[in-house]
């Protein structure tokens, strides 16, 4: 029913030591996640239940959930976004995270960084207890694959949410967050998303501009990338073999959804917030070599870990004919480069560099302070603070269904309808 909607150092080293990497001597990493979770959640020491904020009183206690450094540095986006802030709790799968996240956030945030051990999660169920231990709001950066879990039962709890992107990898995925989304909206909770852009005003005019008719009426957004392979993190003696593929999930599509849906979902979305927010018909293959000209041809070893495509490219056609081609290539690159291109009927903007040329020419200031990340933290926060809650939901989860219907389309070698995604019961007419 939601996606039819879519169409109109509190915790240094020592705690992973002595609390966790201790343990991991002497059990499994199966079991000693488990135990660590269930002696965690029962020592919690839990706030009130939601929290001081929920109380009346102008605190917003915060909890993160995936501690890497895009987790971290969300946590550190909505401290310093208003001073009623607190980074409460923390939860991630690896004790490592954790602590290391925490070392960062004590030092930086200083005595906003409440979150004594007891409220410090390890293992696969810190999720929960992050949510049960009194938050208001929780960051959800875990890895893609979980992120449908994690708002389902975020939402379940009452909690104002920021969700990374993708919101999921595949299209079952995505139905789940559609539900839970729609229950957030209808119970008057904010739902932010890690589609930055939305909300950083340099791209924000660009956009507006283009919808006032400065180039004419969009036809076509072009949008091919090539970057780099992503960071790995080494074997380490502390972990079982069997996850350090999680720990370096970003490279394995059963965790992120591969580079096209994991990374190049916030190009696609920027090209759907320019052509209205609308879905597409469909979704073809195309050559990649005509939509990648930088890349060798007869180049295949990407050098890279995992399993994901190093290359991706895809045609969405609309009803009225407009259309986005994207592209993602990810390997050993001599040079990353990025071309976002809207071609309207009286002229085109180029996104990357702020430029446009067409019935009026004009070009973008630098970038404003605050950043883009900063910018989208204190929409989610201030609106929690004033009442006047920010929901990202619905183009969260469109834009991650068209990145996953682009790659389906890739992966088979033919076109994908919108309307015949599997999962009937939720897809959009």
Same mark, same amino acid.
């Given at each position: 029913m939601f996606l039819k909607t879519m169409l109109t150092a509190a915790q240094t080293r020592r705690l992973a030591t002595s609390r966790t990497t201790a343990t991991l001597g002497e059990t499994s990493r199966r079991s000693f996640l488990g135990g660590t979770a269930a002696a965690s959640c029962a020592a919690a020491g839990t706030l009130p239940a939601g929290g001081l904020f929920a109380a009346g009183d102008q605190r917003l206690r915060v909890g993160l959930v995936g501690c890497g450094g895009r987790g971290t540095g969300a946590a550190l986006q909505a401290i310093e976004a208003d001073p009623a802030v607190s980074l409460v709790a923390l939860g991630d799968v690896f004790a490592d995270q954790v602590a290391s996240s925490a070392e960062v956030l004590s030092r930086r945030a200083g005595n906003r960084f409440d979150c004594p051990p007891t409220r410090c999660f390890?293992?696969?169920?810190? !999720?929960?207890?992050?949510?049960?231990?009194?938050?208001?709001?929780?960051?959800?950066?875990?890895?893609?694959?979980?992120?449908?879990?994690?708002?389902?039962?975020?939402?379940?709890?009452?909690?104002?949410v920021y969700c990374e992107k993708p919101v999921a990898i595949d299209v079952a995925g995505v139905a789940r967050a559609a539900a839970a989304a729609a229950r957030s909206r209808a119970a008057g909770l904010a739902l932010v998303s890690g589609f930055c852009f939305r909300h950083d005003p340099r791209m924000a005019e660009m956009v507006a501009r283009i919808h006032d008719g400065a180039i004419g009426r969009p036809r076509m957004v072009q949008a091919h990338a090539a970057i780099g392979l992503p960071w790995r993190k080494p074997v380490e003696s502390g972990r079982e073999p069997g996850a350090w593929p999680l720990a370096n999930w970003i490279s394995f599509a059963r965790f992120s959804g591969g580079h096209f849906v994991e990374h190049h979902v916030q190009a696609i979305d920027r090209a759907a917030w320019i052509l209205g927010d609308m879905p597409p018909?469909?979704?073809?293959? &195309?050559?990649?070599?005509?939509?990648?000209?930088?890349?060798?041809?007869?180049?295949?070893?990407?050098?890279?870990?995992?399993?994901?495509?190093?290359?991706?490219?895809?045609? !969405?056609?609309?009803?009225?004919?407009?259309? &986005?081609?994207?592209? &993602?290539?990810?390997?050993?690159?001599?040079?990353?480069?990025?071309?976002?291109?809207? &071609?309207?009927?009286?002229?085109?903007?180029?996104?990357?560099?702020?430029?446009?040329?067409?019935?009026?020419?004009?070009?973008?200031?630098?970038a404003p302070v605050p950043g883009r990340y900063r910018a989208t933290m204190e929409t989610l926060v201030r609106g929690v603070l004033s009442g006047r809650v920010a929901h990202d939901g619905v183009h969260l989860c469109r834009s991650t269904l068209m990145a996953v219907m682009g790659r389906m389309a890739s992966e088979a070698g033919r076109p994908v309808a919108w309307s015949g995604l599997p999962g009937s019961s939720f897809h959009v007419a």
């Open positions: 390890v293992g696969p169920e810190a !999720y929960r207890s992050v949510i049960d231990s009194g938050v208001d709001l929780v960051l959800l950066a875990a890895p893609p694959h979980v992120r449908p879990l994690h708002l389902e039962a975020a939402v379940a709890a009452g909690k104002h018909v469909f979704a073809e293959p &195309i050559d990649v070599n005509t939509m990648v000209p930088h890349r060798c041809p007869d180049q295949q070893s990407t050098g890279a870990i995992g399993d994901c495509a190093a290359s991706t490219a895809v045609r !969405y056609t609309f009803a009225d004919g407009q259309t &986005i081609e994207a592209s &993602i290539d990810r390997r050993e690159q001599s040079r990353d480069w990025a071309v976002e291109t809207v &071609i309207g009927s009286a002229g085109r903007c180029d996104l990357v560099r702020g430029t446009m040329a067409g019935r009026q020419h004009w070009a973008a200031e630098p």
